[in-house]
């Protein structure tokens, strides 16, 4: 049976801000966009709720919150009715992507007037229970895999550090050189919806698309690139992509997964001169830096700083080891990768 969301759940709203929750130890969770925030001597909800990310990053992301909780002012709670389990309702909200439904430029938001009418297929209370049993099983082995692609991240981390040390403070004492002298790069086109007509229309990489050695290449947004644009901004074989904001440095290394395929403003493309540096070893150094405060003393008294523009990133000193060293790390990366293939199939 095909029902609306407005049907299964009611909206809550929540007036707590950050500063109600920080520095206090009470007895009842708090939650936010990135989860767990704090405790109080309160709570909102008494019983199992889904919470639903609607101001700001992550618009659209539900979490499953249990009962005596309470979430902040960004989150919305979608309490369910009594005919359906608050665990298929976090399942059908989870995948409905309700991000599609964001309004405003500076600061997303979404609201339930805009996605209580999506529907989806709703099932009766013995049926509910078994999809949710289902389900949860599945998120067991898709959390174990998760946990071995972060044991091999870890991996190979550690053969970064035991091959090149401290790159932040360059304890091998390699050669140090500008960015700029060893790579070229620039930002991706600048979307203007205005502009848009369908005539050349090609899938682009946004700076979500990028995570951490891996592309998120799902449901890629399309826009207008014409033959110059196409020349200037398609993707080649050994491309490194940087985020320019959100997680500055954030970046993966692009080995033709799609063709052709673009990328937006936000992201820089970093083509490396492999006479002198190779993308496997640039990516980790950003991870490096972006893991030990490397990137700190370009926000001053800030400890992370919102964008890296492309003049700042054509000023970084890079560590740049012998070639021999970043070729030996390469292929390391690449062995590893073959299981984290592996993983991902399974």
Same mark, same amino acid.
């Given at each position: 049976?095909?029902?609306?969301?407005?049907? !299964?759940?009611?909206?809550?709203?929540? *007036?707590?801000?950050?500063?109600? !929750? $920080?520095?206090?130890?009470? =007895?009842?969770?708090?939650?936010?966009?990135?989860?767990?925030?704090?405790?109080?001597?309160?709570?909102?909800?008494?019983?199992?709720?889904?919470?639903?990310?609607?101001?700001?990053?992550?618009?659209?992301?539900?979490?499953?919150?249990?009962?005596?909780?309470?979430?902040?002012?960004?989150?919305?709670?979608?309490?369910?009715?009594?005919?359906?389990?608050?665990?298929?309702?976090?399942?059908? !909200?989870?995948?409905?992507?309700?991000?599609?439904?964001?309004?405003?430029?500076?600061?997303?938001?979404?609201?339930?007037?805009?996605?209580? *009418? =999506?529907?989806?297929?709703?099932?009766?209370?013995?049926?509910?229970?078994?999809?949710?049993?289902?389900? $949860?099983?599945?998120?067991?082995?898709?959390?174990?895999?998760?946990?071995?692609?972060?044991?091999?991240?870890?991996?190979?981390?550690?053969?970064?550090?035991?091959?090149?040390?401290?790159?932040?403070?360059? $304890?091998?004492?390699?050669q140090v050189c500008l960015f700029a002298e060893i790579t070229s790069s620039r930002l991706g086109k600048m979307l203007d919806a205005k502009q848009q007509t369908g005539r050349n229309s090609y899938p682009y990489l946004a700076n979500f698309n990028v995570q951490w050695f891996r592309f998120n290449l799902e449901n890629l947004n399309k826009m207008d690139f014409d033959e110059k644009d196409r020349a200037e901004f398609e993707l080649r074989e050994g491309d490194l992509l940087v985020c320019e904001g959100g997680e500055i440095g954030r970046c993966a290394?692009?080995?033709?997964?799609?063709?052709?395929?673009?990328?937006?403003?936000?992201?820089?493309r970093v083509r490396c001169n492999h006479q002198i540096i190779l993308p496997d070893y640039l990516a980790w150094w950003f991870r490096y830096n972006c893991d030990y405060g490397g990137f700190s003393a370009l926000a001053g008294a800030k400890a992370t700083i919102a964008h890296l523009p492309g003049a700042k990133l054509k000023q970084l000193q890079v560590a740049v080891p012998p070639m021999e060293l970043q070729e030996q790390f390469a292929v390391f990366v690449a062995q590893t990768d073959k299981s984290k293939v592996a993983v991902r199939k399974y």
């Open positions: 049976m095909r029902v609306k969301l407005g049907d !299964v759940c009611e909206r809550g709203t929540s *007036n707590l801000k950050l500063s109600d !929750v $920080s520095e206090k130890n009470g =007895e009842f969770s708090v939650f936010g966009a990135s989860g767990y925030i704090g405790s109080v001597d309160f709570y909102q909800q008494g019983y199992p709720y889904v919470a639903v990310v609607k101001d700001g990053a992550g618009i659209g992301r539900a979490m499953l919150c249990p009962g005596k909780t309470s979430v902040i002012g960004t989150m919305q709670y979608l309490l369910p009715k009594d005919n359906i389990l608050p665990k298929y309702l976090f399942y059908v !909200v989870k995948y409905m992507n309700l991000e599609k439904y964001f309004t405003g430029a500076t600061i997303p938001h979404i609201y339930f007037k805009d996605y209580k *009418n =999506e529907e989806f297929n709703f099932d009766f209370w013995e049926r509910q229970v078994e999809i949710v049993s289902v389900l $949860s099983k599945c998120e067991k082995v898709i959390d174990l895999c998760k946990q071995e692609l972060q044991l091999l991240d870890k991996l190979i981390k550690a053969r970064f550090v035991e091959m090149f040390g401290d790159v932040i403070h360059n $304890s091998k004492k390699w290394v692009w080995h033709n997964e799609l063709q052709p395929c673009f990328f937006q403003k936000a992201l820089h």
